[in-house]
């Protein structure tokens, strides 16, 4: 009996080849597809594992999952779900179930879960059910490469092991370290992010580690450091591959002891944080290359979570891009709706900048849509017109004008072969001649609404005020010139 194994399926097809499967190992399979029939079929015998979905005919399988665990404690649960999310996978996690599985999934691997989940059953009891952590952040998306990162997220959600989140720029390494944050242990802590690229390199360690009145010119009092103010919770040391070899070997030093010095201090402080890294870098030519130490990195990939490009989770554009509408209309935009003609249109892009250019362009068209319902006729001139200033966008066959080169690079090489300036003014020269076009663009989109335009910029209406101020820009002026 303690062998047989209870399938609760409503997909008939799905269940059959579960079944022939799992007799093909020499199993007995019991089916049914309802939680009634569970619940009748668990009071005639005793089963050593139950498979279960989520969405049952008669309710939710996870959700009446918990009388069943009390009343079998020794029985193994694995459950499958076409509800392919984060929350379906940490709900799965939650009920102390053996394994999830995403549909669709592998049929082999499958067995082996099963077989494995059985074995266990010789070497003691399964792992006690953790609480409730209730609904996670929202990272959208069901592609199979998405799955991967759930279940790997819910794997490091009840220890503190370091992780270490790979993945280009603007695939959404910082909201998956808030996850694993958020739907931990440490919840209840502190999440301090630290960004080692934005740092002078001079000021990291003290950013870090803190430092004594004294410590250096300029340290007129004690300064807590990022590791003590991340005391009961998460660290999140995003660029890490940026960081200055000195500012390495010391945290190395303190990942190895568990324990700092501030700067100039001889105290020494235990840490109390967990450590979630990430980088958009490939680290290992960089231990080649000398410039990053490998003993770190052996250090902060305990647990390696890959994001995946957005160009390689296609099916994933369209269900960001409605998450997406439906942010902007939170935070004041106009409402919007996207057509399946617009979604698949943008599908086709290559969103070379990912997440956050989709972001940023589903953004600006909820912002400059004439109409509610956003479709290919709406979309179609946007990218035509980023084309020519963006890399992530593409015009499409026959739509770039090839005897020209629209790179930022080459712009950038004819603005200086137009105006050299002169030396020592050469960044604020570059960086004059790029904002004031697109401030003036932006006010006049928005009709000098200063808060639209920062928006629509995606920066913060300060930042935006102040530097209109800089340049000399009155808004009405951008709305006169339109």
């Not at 953790?130 to 490091?156: C, F, H, K």
């Not at 360690?205 to 009145?213: I, P, T």
């Not at 960089?286 to 490009?309: C, K, N, Q, S």
Request: proline share 5%; charged share 25%.
């Amino acid at each position: 009996m303690k062998k047989s194994i209870l399938l609760v399926e409503d997909d008939a097809s799905i269940a059959i080849v579960i079944t022939a499967a799992l007799e093909a190992e020499g199993l007995q399979v019991d089916r049914c597809d309802s939680i009634a029939g569970r619940d009748r079929m668990l009071g005639e015998r005793a089963y050593g594992l139950m498979l279960t979905d989520v969405m049952l005919t008669d309710g939710d399988g996870i959700e009446s999952l918990p009388p069943v665990r009390d009343a079998y404690p020794r029985m193994q649960v694995i459950i499958l779900s076409a509800q392919n999310t984060l929350d379906t996978a940490v709900r799965a996690s939650d009920t102390g179930a053996f394994e999830y599985f995403p549909k669709p999934f592998d049929l082999e691997e499958l067995v082996r879960t099963v077989r494995q989940a059985l074995g266990s059953l010789d070497g003691g009891d399964m792992p006690d059910a953790v609480e409730d952590l209730g609904q996670g952040l929202p990272l959208v998306g069901r592609s199979s490469a998405m799955q991967a990162v759930y279940r790997m997220i819910t794997r490091v959600l009840r220890n503190d092991l370091t992780v270490l989140i790979l993945g280009e720029s603007g695939t959404g390494k910082e909201l998956v370290a808030e996850a694993i944050h958020q739907l931990g242990n440490r919840r209840e802590g502190p999440f301090v992010a630290v960004n080692a690229a934005a740092i002078p390199h001079e000021l990291i360690e003290s950013e870090l580690f803190g430092h004594e009145k004294g410590a250096f010119t300029g340290a007129v009092s004690r300064q807590i450091g990022k590791f003590e103010q991340a005391a009961g919770g998460t660290l999140f040391l995003d660029e890490i591959g940026d960081m200055p070899l000195e500012a390495q070997t010391r945290l190395l030093r303190a990942l190895q002891s568990g324990r700092i010095r501030r700067v100039g201090g001889t105290e020494e402080i235990a840490l109390h944080c967990r450590i979630v890294a990430a980088t958009n870098r490939d680290l290992v030519p960089m231990i080649a290359a000398g410039t990053f130490r490998e003993d770190l990195y052996y250090r902060l990939a305990v647990v390696p979570i890959e994001l995946p490009p957005l160009r390689d989770r296609a099916d994933d554009v369209e269900a960001l891009s409605r998450h997406f509408l439906a942010r902007a209309a939170a935070e004041g935009l106009p409402r919007r709706q996207l057509s399946s003609g617009g979604a698949a249109l943008l599908a086709r892009q290559p969103w070379r900048g990912n997440v956050r250019e989709l972001r940023n362009v589903i953004y600006r068209l909820a912002l400059l849509a004439r109409d509610d319902v956003i479709d290919e006729t709406t979309i179609e001139p946007l990218l035509s017109g980023e084309a020519a200033t963006s890399p992530g966008l593409s015009r499409g066959a026959g739509g770039v004008d090839e005897s020209r080169d629209t790179t930022f690079a080459a712009a950038l090489d004819r603005f200086l072969a137009d105006t050299p300036p002169e030396p020592g003014t050469l960044y604020d020269a570059a960086l004059a001649a790029f904002e004031r076009p697109l401030f003036l663009h932006a006010l006049a989109q928005t009709g000098g609404n200063q808060l639209r335009a920062a928006q629509l910029l995606g920066i913060n209406r300060n930042t935006l005020r102040k530097r209109l101020v800089d340049l000399g820009i009155a808004p009405e002026d951008a709305v006169i010139a339109r």
